[in-house]
């Protein structure tokens, strides 16, 4: 595994994770999803960070690598083919749980291309931001195969079943205009200022309360498979765990002292 397919960089609890394969727009292969895994895991793992940003510079992520793909099933027996396919994608989704689970914030940072798991990746961040020169497209279609990297979880509860259905199939490229639209990116920022823009948000949520993030992000998360009153008490234990904290009285006294709070995170 070669670490430079992805580098990292921690600045004031911001954890940046920036995808390395500009050559090949960043399509994923076996290496880079393995140093993608490394990072991720590190950065939940690592009690420093306190927020995380995925991005990919000129291009977020093509989809996979299109030529790797082909090596592998090329002189490949059927059987072959399966398990090795299948068992790549259990590792990708392995990462995919990782991002979802991960009781920090995580930021998609999204320049140029967002296709095929690109845009399955980006899903499983908690918010995005995209420059006005991104493009989009489920795409697997295109090329002959189903969907994997949680898009069919994801893509139904963000724009709905028959939006879900159109996008899936069509695989049809979309421009970030009607990706704010349809609720798969937060915002829209012009390309030169997607950095900074980016940056702010990391650092705003790093300032925050951590700790109620990881539960809000969690409740948000369990909301899409659980009944309302399973919902109602989790909603009641984090609260109240939340309110036994220094960040909630903390919170508490800023407003009543008209100031903007420090939180700790904890």
Same mark, same amino acid.
């Given at each position: 595994?070669?670490?430079?397919?992805?580098?990292?960089?921690?600045?004031?609890?911001?954890?940046?994770?920036?995808?390395?394969?500009?050559?090949? !727009?960043?399509? =994923?292969?076996?290496?880079?999803?393995?140093?993608?895994?490394?990072?991720?895991?590190?950065?939940?793992?690592?009690?420093?960070?306190?927020?995380?940003?995925?991005?990919?510079?000129?291009?977020?992520?093509?989809?996979?690598? =299109?030529?790797?793909?082909? *090596?592998?099933?090329?002189?490949?027996?059927?059987?072959? +083919?399966? +398990?090795?396919?299948?068992?790549?994608?259990?590792?990708?989704?392995? =990462?995919?749980?990782?991002?979802?689970?991960?009781?920090?914030?995580?930021?998609?940072?999204?320049?140029?291309?967002?296709?095929?798991?690109?845009?399955? !990746?980006?899903?499983?961040?908690?918010?995005?931001?995209?420059?006005?020169?991104?493009?989009?497209?489920?795409?697997?279609?295109?090329?002959?195969?189903?969907?994997?990297?949680?898009?069919?979880?994801?893509?139904?509860? +963000?724009?709905?079943?028959?939006?879900?259905?159109?996008?899936?199939? =069509?695989? *049809?490229?979309?421009?970030?205009?009607?990706?704010?639209? !349809?609720?798969?990116?937060?915002?829209?920022?012009?390309?030169?200022?997607?950095?900074?823009?980016?940056?702010?948000?990391?650092?705003? !949520?790093?300032?925050?309360?951590?700790?109620?993030?990881?539960?809000?992000?969690?409740?948000?998360?369990?909301?899409?498979?659980?009944?309302?009153?399973?919902?109602?008490?989790?909603?009641?234990?984090?609260?109240?765990?939340?309110?036994?904290?220094?960040?909630?009285?903390?919170?508490?006294?800023?407003? +009543?002292?008209?100031?903007?709070?420090?939180?700790?995170?904890?």
């Amino acid at each position: 595994m070669s670490e430079s397919f992805v580098l990292t960089q921690t600045k004031d609890a911001v954890r940046t994770i920036s995808l390395n394969r500009p050559k090949a !727009l960043n399509a =994923l292969n076996r290496e880079l999803l393995m140093a993608l895994r490394e990072a991720v895991f590190s950065a939940e793992q690592d009690a420093a960070v306190r927020c995380v940003v995925v991005r990919g510079g000129n291009h977020f992520m093509a989809g996979g690598d =299109l030529k790797w793909f082909y *090596e592998q099933i090329a002189d490949a027996e059927a059987a072959a +083919i399966r +398990i090795g396919f299948e068992a790549f994608i259990h590792e990708l989704h392995a =990462l995919i749980v990782s991002l979802r689970r991960m009781p920090k914030p995580v930021i998609a940072s999204v320049r140029g291309a967002a296709a095929g798991f690109g845009l399955s !990746l980006m899903m499983a961040c908690d918010l995005v931001l995209a420059a006005d020169s991104a493009y989009f497209s489920l795409a697997y279609t295109n090329i002959g195969v189903s969907p994997d990297g949680g898009s069919t979880f994801a893509l139904p509860r +963000i724009v709905g079943q028959k939006r879900a259905m159109e996008l899936a199939l =069509l695989g *049809e490229r979309f421009d970030a205009v009607a990706a704010e639209r !349809l609720g798969l990116v937060n915002r829209v920022v012009p390309d030169e200022a997607l950095d900074q823009e980016a940056g702010k948000l990391a650092g705003r !949520l790093a300032d925050g309360p951590t700790a109620v993030y990881a539960r809000t992000k969690a409740l948000l998360n369990a909301s899409l498979g659980a009944s309302l009153e399973s919902q109602l008490q989790h909603e009641a234990e984090s609260f109240s765990q939340s309110a036994t904290e220094s960040d909630f009285k903390e919170g508490l006294a800023a407003f +009543i002292d008209k100031r903007r709070p420090r939180f700790k995170g904890h």
